[in-house]
């Protein structure tokens, strides 16, 4: 099987919560001393420019937002790597060299250490790997040179010093280049680039699980990995560009959909693997928009992917000035809440956060002078060292990692006057007051940011935040009517034309959209007084009319179409050039295209052909004449026509001829 060509990937610590050094390229021994990573959100990326691997920390550009690759310099330019993964019980990548068959195991620093020659291995890529969740085996995927699908399948165990391998034949059914295990729930995915779509994959019966339809966006996809959040994401391809990758995609565990993220530089024959067992920090605000002195509500999301309960950790968080924190909402961590140093300083300590997924909610009051676009950072301490300490909290909804959230504060602003003021008779107008935050009091009592109108007369609303009160008010009048009749239910014969005349009542300026049910219709305006057109189909004709103040009619009819299709031929022809009867043709209705027409004789053989030929012209019909342009003899002949009509229907019709002189 050949190795991807392609695959790269990205820290992406916001949207996925950071992604964690997932390593690839396997380096020599005694690079220096050997050290373990830090759990901590890095991504790590194998390319292959040329016959050599290099390895790369991956990163999502700040501004742009796209893929950057950033060389490790201490990994040795030696290796051919690919299919590696993670273990997190002593922090190492695992991978194979896979043109010496050797076990390599690479430190934070890119330094290598050959761990075994595995000569047991078929002949083959193993372009796909990963690191089991208990950090008991590396698994191997691969094929042969001349294998489509992935039909082997290695257990390396990690455990014993000998690291003894464990070869199982198989057939996947499926062309798989990088898979990853699930964080939380332990299972394999992978992406099968020979039918664009996402699987799960059982190795203990070594069935493949088709999770989404085929032919998915990415092309292929290379590289496959988890952020601590559970979520799984691929660097790939789109299109026909096989063999190099610049597309992040986001992967839809459940759906098994793939959507396109972000681009990136290009990765040629790549792999990757990450670090999800750690704890990482998200951070929301709702809404994302509100107006001085109101109220929002924050939301830290922690989750805890390393399998085991986190225990001391301290949650810190400086509010933009002027925001006052009024209470903790929801708080499934425990621990001691701290003033901290006011009431925009929020701290919580000796939090004890179990496996999974939670969230702290925090109601926040945001007070006067606060306009603008206000942000800031949670902090996450107290990590175990092997965690990397602490980690910054990230807004999920970018793709920027560790990025602060944002919340748009806006003034208070209320605006009837430059509203829709004209009332479509029989119709709603909506009157709008509808800023995040404010209380709205309209002139019936009601409370609700909008307020529905059905009759003329002049309506006023009251606005109110904890700093500010406004008024405002409207009158409302009708606008003119408006109204289009298209007329009845037509019937057309296949191939005929029609036009619409619409009758508008109207005493101010309009327009017209009109829509067909139908591509088979041909060509016309969509915005004409009225419309001609031909269908091929049964067809729906609607129109829209819109007057100048927004009102809007719309009406429609039912066209439908007999499929008349009428072949005549003449069966007496008398081809002596007297201008009578002199030609042989093929006439009627609903026809397309004559696509093969031949007449022979009573032997069989052919005495006239004729190709693409059209209907009712008898410039394209038999003159009588045969080879060497002497006149057919008196007697029976048959002909034959491969037709195509109008409709895409196509069909053969026959008949017999008698020529006469």
């Keep these: ?33 050997i050290e373990p990573f830090v759990c901590s959100g890095e991504y790590y990326l194998t390319l292959r420019p040329g016959f050599i691997s290099n390895l790369n920390q991956v990163i999502i550009d700040p501004v742009t937002e796209e893929v950057r690759f950033r060389q490790i310099s201490g990994f040795p330019p030696k290796y051919h790597i690919n299919g590696m993964g993670y273990r997190s019980t002593d922090n190492f990548i695992y991978t194979l060299e896979q043109d010496t068959r050797t076990l390599i195991r690479i430190g934070r620093n890119g330094a290598a250490e050959e761990l075994r020659v595995i000569p047991e291995l078929f002949n083959g890529q193993y372009p796909a790997g990963d690191v089991t969740p208990d950090g008991h085996y590396l698994i191997l995927i691969g094929g042969g040179p001349f294998s489509t699908f992935s039909n082997f399948v290695a257990f390396v165990d990690l455990t014993d010093p000998a690291y003894p391998v464990k070869i199982h034949n198989v057939n996947l059914t499926a062309a798989i280049y990088d898979f990853a295990f699930d964080p939380f729930t332990g299972i394999a995915y992978g992406y099968d680039s020979q039918n664009q779509r996402v699987v799960s994959i059982n190795f203990t019966t070594f069935e493949v699980q088709s999770i989404s339809r085929t032919r998915q966006i990415a092309s292929s996809i290379a590289s496959v990995f988890f952020d601590a959040f559970g979520n799984l994401y691929g660097y790939g391809s789109i299109g026909q560009t096989f063999g190099i990758q610049n597309s992040l995609f986001k992967i839809d565990k459940e759906a098994g959909t793939v959507s396109f993220l972000t681009r990136g530089e290009e990765a040629n024959r ?175 009592e009601t409370t609700a940011s909008t307020y529905a109108v059905t009759q003329p007369g002049r309506f006023w609303v009251r606005a109110e935040t904890g700093c500010a009160v406004l008024y405002d008010t409207i ?23 029609t036009s619409i005349f619409p009758q508008v009542n109207s005493s101010i300026a309009y327009t017209n959209s009109w829509s067909i049910n139908t591509e088979r219709a041909f060509a016309y305006c969509r915005t004409c007084d009225d419309i001609t057109i031909r269908p091929l189909f049964d067809a729906t004709v609607r129109l829209e009319v819109t007057n100048a103040e927004g009102c809007t009619d719309l009406d429609s009819l039912e066209i439908r179409v007999n499929k008349v299709k009428d072949i005549i031929a003449p069966n007496v022809f008398s081809p002596n050039g007297d201008g009578n009867n002199d030609i042989f043709y093929l006439y009627g209705k609903g026809v397309d295209l004559i696509e093969v027409f031949r007449i022979y004789d009573r032997w069989g053989n052919i005495v006239y052909e ?25 007697g029976v002949y048959v002909w034959s026509a491969q037709v195509r009509f109008l409709d895409f229907d196509v069909r053969i019709v026959s008949g017999d001829l008698t020529v006469v002189r």
């Design 475 to 497: 009158d409302v009048e009708f606008s003119p009517p408006i109204s289009v009749e298209l007329g009845s239910n037509l019937v057309i014969d296949l191939g005929e034309e």
């Design 270 to 444: 790549s792999d990757a693997c990450s670090c999800p067992f750690t704890l990482k920090l998200q951070k929301t605000v709702y809404p994302r928009e509100t107006v001085t002195c109101s109220e929002v509500e924050y939301t830290f999301i922690i989750a805890n992917s390393t399998g085991f309960v986190q225990a001391g950790i301290r949650l810190e968080d400086r509010l933009p000035r002027n925001f006052t924190i009024r209470n903790i909402l929801v708080n499934p961590f425990g621990g001691d809440v701290l003033a901290g140093e006011g009431p925009d300083h929020l701290i919580i300590e000796n939090m004890t956060v179990p496996p999974g997924i939670d969230s702290i909610k925090v109601k926040v009051y945001v007070g006067p002078n606060t306009v603008g676009h206000r942000g800031n950072q949670a902090l996450l301490s107290r990590l175990a060292q092997n965690l990397g300490t602490q980690t910054l909290s990230d807004d999920p909804t970018t793709l920027k990692p560790e990025d602060s959230t944002f919340l748009n504060v806006v003034p208070l602003i209320l605006d009837l006057e430059n509203q829709n003021k004209k009332l479509c008779p029989g119709e709603t107008l909506l009157l709008k007051g509808n800023q995040q935050g404010v209380k709205y009091e309209w002139n019936d």
């Design 610 to 634: 004729g190709h693409d030929v059209p209907l009712n012209n008898p410039a394209s019909g038999w003159d009588g004449r045969v080879k060497g342009g002497t006149y057919a003899q008196p």
């Design 1 to 33: 099987m050949k190795e991807p060509e392609t695959s790269d990937a990205i820290q992406i610590a916001g949207f996925r919560a950071v992604i964690i050094g997932l390593m690839l390229m396997i380096g020599h021994a005694a690079m220096g001393q």
